[in-house]
Each structure stands twice: as structure tokens, then as C-alpha cells.
């Protein structure tokens, strides 16, 4: 059966760009000077024996980063944003990622085989070794997988005049395999990226500047010539496979060196019962001018050249051998062109074909017309050679090397992966300690899906253990009740208050008029008035010397705009700590600071605040260590009753605060205190959230004199709150203190057969 003009007879509404995607991507540590690392795999990754995301490939100092399957290719290339960041912030504190196919000046001795678990592995990597040599195997590159989408698949199955499914997969992706090898030399013309080896790379020195080392069978890592591999059919491929296996040709079937490869299986006999699950295309060079190495225009320019390989006439069964011989001859003499030199005269009609055909599969799909814009560059760079990858890179060669280039390039990558430290890259519009924790997940080697972005909910798992984590730290540890409990402030006074633990007076009202009414039996005192329900120190104000009656309404307004309810207790003096308590141990401690500006003399209160938001540690919704200090409604109260406006001019070193109460979320500064706080009050906080019955747990205590310690007949102290949903980060990145990592220790409460 010849699979032809089968997406020409669905309809322009079908789901032609449904796919699922992955992307490998294989890099070499360096010190700064350039060099091979000399060091092991980091530690900080974890076990390379079950890691899914960061593997060893066939060196020590070769790191493979391989992204879960994906349903679009933009999500692949975040989820490899992710990876490589996650990878190049666990190096050691010199090395970085070599951001070029071809590796920088090495010698064999330089080379360590990867010291893997496994001693089949490590054998294997020791007979590539000695058939290939070390140097060769050092060449790095991107591996794009590719599975047409289940409905898609369909689609075309029900046009076809197949009856087994299993068979129509294979007879396609056996077309879309021999249709890549008959147009191979259009990707390596367009992405070749490896025009030079180092000095001494090759027993003899490749004569002239290529366009791509790594895609030539003279230079890359190609089998041997008994190795002869037949597309023709499944059956052919099959048969020759395991006579290539029988011969010795092959060791492992894995060690076909193909530009193309068929997976899903580690036996290619199986593809006939199970069928082909997906493709793997081998030709890409590693993109320098892309942190990622392969950049999105790419992903999707590419997925467009698959889909017009579907679109095409398969090559006639009989001719196949010879068709795809002379495209192997092509591929290379276009792969050992000069980068800047035009595609031969043989090639120019085979690329006015493709491009016809492309240019038809857009509009009969109605594609948008940024896939019209990718055809454009695609013909553009077709035309004029110094638009590819090569062409580009050519330019870039000084003395005969790539080397400064080169490490310039993986410093600046290097640079921006340790930019905000506290965040994870592709995944920054999420909530900073689901970010976090996301972070260790993927360096721990711990299974990661996002089962809701924006609820910040998240799928671990490891072998058949699964856990459930929403915001960093909510999960199954903690029964649904205990968050419902902590989320109401009057049922968590009444359960410390009866537990013996001492907690603010006060009254709780449902409407403003009762509030109203309350004010003369607090219009002497100092007081806080907040929402009955509510977190990130939202709607709170704080009086520490008595309201008057217009303020206080203020207040009331501002608590019930977030609730329906509010508290009026009384005003505890002293000093405000958060502890951070998980699973009965206090892990953390931290004093807050309220939102605040210095004075200096020059600058207005309004001024100071956009000064000090300039912070790169300050930003919004929970997205950076600190907030950003606001200028709102309490914010303006406040200095009112300081005697300020937003427009007063402070004195040199004159503090005013901006806020009572001291949550970084409303842009107080961060103190980690956890060294220096007494062990008497990490006690007794974490016996608080014992007696919510709480995993995880904030405790907010005001605690007037630190000289006294705390016992439980004499607190010393008073719990202002306890939090549900307690935020990580700002124990971590702190103003001022060395700050304390407490996602690692979430991660490993949660699955304690790893070794975090």
C-alpha cells in the first residue's frame, strides 16, 4: 500500500498540527578556561540510574537533558528551558554547558567513560569506544521525537484502505522515515551548525571550513560500511537489523547510527505486534546563537518539513535503495559544502518541490500565518546562504577555531541561567515556591506534571509512589481539614486558646454596624482589624496607639472588602516572627519587617519606595523573594497617622513604616533568624501546629523580649495567626541572613526512599 495524498483528502479543520514532541539535548561541561571538566557527573542531580530528565551520555562530562513528552512543541521547549536550567545551576560553581556540536580542544585522555550503575552500560560505552574512538563519541547534538496525534492518525487511517490500524502506523512512519533520508541535506543545509573541528580532532585535519562535520558520514559518527540498514519497508528494516546484530556489524540495536530512527521499542521485530510509537530525528547540530540550543522558529519550521513529507509522494518501492543512496551522496556534499556556498544545482529542484508542496499544505489547512513567515525565511535562507545556521556560524571562526567564540557564548548562557536564582525559567508566571520546588523535583530526578498552572497544582512521582502538591507545601500529609481550621481565625484562637497556648482577645463581627458600635469599648486601646479569612496579610490594619472613629471605619471597610466577616482584637506588643514548622520541627525562623523607607534627605516618601522597589529581589504576586511596597489605601493611612504624605521629604537615616503589620507580602523586608532564635520558642511553635494537628504550618508569634526564654506555664509570647499555606521562598532569599532551603526538605518528607 503507497500512503499517498492522504492529507490532501481531509478536510482544512483537522487538527494538523496535533502532535506530541521531545527533545534531547547533549552538552559538554567546561571550566572557564575552556577545558573538559575533569569532575564527575554532579551530585546534586541525583541517581543517574532512574533520573528522567538529566542522564550521563557516553563521557563523564557529556550531560543529555531529555524533556517528557509534549503536546505542542512550545511546550517542550519550555519544559527543555526548565531542564537546562535546572542543569546548568547544579555545575559546579566554574563549568558551564559548551553550547557547540563540535567539542573544544581535547584529547582522548581527557575523555572519561561514564561511570554508570549499570555494567552493561558502561561495557557498551567501552565498545563504542574502541569502534568509533572517544573523540567522535564527544560530538553533541538535539534529538527531535516526533509522534503524529492520535486523531490525526485517525483521520488518515479511516482515508487509507487499511484494516489494521497498527499496520497503517507503520507503513506512514516508515514513508516519513525514507522521505527524511531522500530530503535529509534540506535540514542539514538549513541547521548544519559544526563548519570546524578543534586542533588534532581528526587523525588528518579536514581541509576546508564545512557546513557541518557532525551531519557527514566522512567526520560524524556513522557505522561501519557493513552496516546497511534497509526503509524500504518495516520487513526490510527488520531483516536487516538483526542480520547486522547476527554479523557483529551491531552490538546493540541502539547503536544505529541512523539520521532517523524508529522507537518505541528496544526490538525492532516488536513494531510489527506493537507498532512504531514515534520518530526520532538525529540531524540537528546544536544552535550556539540559542541558550537552548535549538531555537522555537526551528521546532516548528520542522514539524511544517515532517508534515510535508506526509503530504509528498512516497518513493517508488523499487527505486527506494537507489533514491535514498543518492540522497546520501547529496546530504554529504552539501554537508562538506563551504557554509556559504549555494545549494548545488541537483538540490535546487528538489527544494522548489518541497517549498511547493509546503506552500500547498498551508493552504489547504488554512494554517495562521506565522507559518507562512517561517515558508518566507525558509525560501529566503534557501537563496541566501549566510542566513543558516552555518552561514552564520562561518562568520564567526578566528584563526582557524571556534574556541573564544565558543566560551563567550556558554559564559553569557551561564550568566543568564543563574539570573534570579529563585526562579525556575519557562515556568516564572507560576507562584515562587511552587517554583521551588519544581526546581528540586527535576534536579532530584522525582517525576514532575502540571496537572493546573494556575492553581499551582502539581502530579510527583517516583515508580508507583505519586504525590499531590498545590502551592509548594499543600498536600496529602495535611487532612482536609486542618488547612479549613488554619483559614479561620477564630477556629484556630478557640483551638490554641483551648490547648493552653495564648492568642490576641477580641471580637468577631459579621456586619460593620455591630463593629461600629463596638468602637467605644476599644477607643482606648490599641487594636488590629482584620478579615476573619484571609492570607498574605491582606485587608489587615494595625493601631498601636488608639484609632480615632474615622479610621477605625476606614479599617472596617478595608477587612470586610476581603471578607465577610472580621476580627477587632487587641494590639500585642512586640516583635512579629514567622517559624516554619514541618512535621513537628520548627525548620525556620524569620523576622519580618513592615514595608519601610529610609530618608535621605532628598527624596519625597514616594520617591524612596520607587528607589527601593528597584530591588531585583522585589516583585508582584509572589513571583520574587520580596514585594514590591505599595502606596494604596492602608499604606496612605498609615503615614497619616505618622503625620506624612506620600509627598514629605524624610530626613537622612529618618525610618517611617508604611504598614503594621510586617507580611513580605505586602512588602516587608525578610530577616532569617533562624541560628539565632532560642530553641524554647521553636518548641513551643511547633507545638502549636501540633495541636492544629498541622504538617505544615506558618506560626506568627509576637514575642515582646527574646532575653526571656518560653516555657509552656510562661509563653512570653502571643500566636497572632497560623498559616495554612505558609510561603517558602522568603525563608530562602532573605534581606538580610544566609536564608534557609526548606523545598528540599518538603521533597524529602514526601518521598523518603530517595536519597535527597
Known sequence: MVLNHLLQKLPKTSPILEATFGIEREGLRITPQGKLAQTDHPKELGSRSYHPYIQTDFSEEQMELITPISKSTREARRRLKAISNVAQRSLEEDQMIWPLSMPPYLEEKDIQIAKLEDPEEVAYRKQLARSYGKLRQSISGIHYNFELGKKLSQLLFEESSLKDYTSFKNQLYMKVARQFLNYQWFVTYLYGASPIAEKNFYPQPVPKTVRSLRASKAYGYANDERVRISFSSLE??????????????????????????????????????????????????????????????????????????????????????????KAKELNEKIALADPLEPLPNQAQAQAQKLIQAMTELIQHFALEDYYQELLKKIKEALNKPELTLGGRLSKKITDASLADFGLKVARKYQEEAKEAPYALKGYESMELSTQMLMFDVIQKGVHLEILDEEDQFLKLWHGDHVEYVKNGNMTSKDTYIVPLAMANKTVTKKILDQAGFPTPGGREFASKDQALRYYAQIADKAIVVKPKSTNFGLGISIFQRPASQEDYEKALDIAFSEDKEVLVED????????????????????????????????HSIKELIQIKNQDPLRGSDHRSPLEKIQLGKIEKLMLAQEGYSEDSILDQGAKVNLRRNSNISTGGDSVDMTDSMDPSYKLLAAQMAEAMGAWVCGVDLIIPDLAVKASPEEPNCHCIELNFNPSMYMHTYCHQGPGQSLTPKILAKLFPELEI
Open 236 to 325: 526490510a528494516y527488520i531483516a536487516d537489523m538483526e542480520e547486522a546484530l547476527r554479523s557483529g556489524a551491531l552490538s546493540l540495536e541502539k547503536e544505529f547510527y541512523s539520521p532517523v530512527r524508529l522507537r518505541g521499542s528496544k526490538k525492532s521485530r516488536d513494531y510489527l505486534e506493537k507498532g512504531i510509537s514515534y520518530i526520532e530525528f538525529r540531524n540537528f547540530d546544536i544552535d550556539p546563537f540559542d541558550p537552548l540550543g535549538i531555537s522555537q522558529e526551528t521546532l516548528d519550521s520542522f514539524q511544517l518539513f515532517i508534515l510535508t513529507l506526509i503530504w509528498l509522494d512516497d518513493l517508488e518501492v523499487e527505486e527506494t535503495s537507489h533514491s535514498l543512496e
Open 571 to 602: 494590639f500585642i506588643p512586640g516583635t512579629e516572627y514567622r517559624f516554619f514548622i514541618l512535621d513537628g520541627k520548627c525548620q525556620a525562623v524569620l523576622l519580618r519587617l513592615a514595608a519601610n523607607v529610609v530618608g535621605d534627605g532628598k
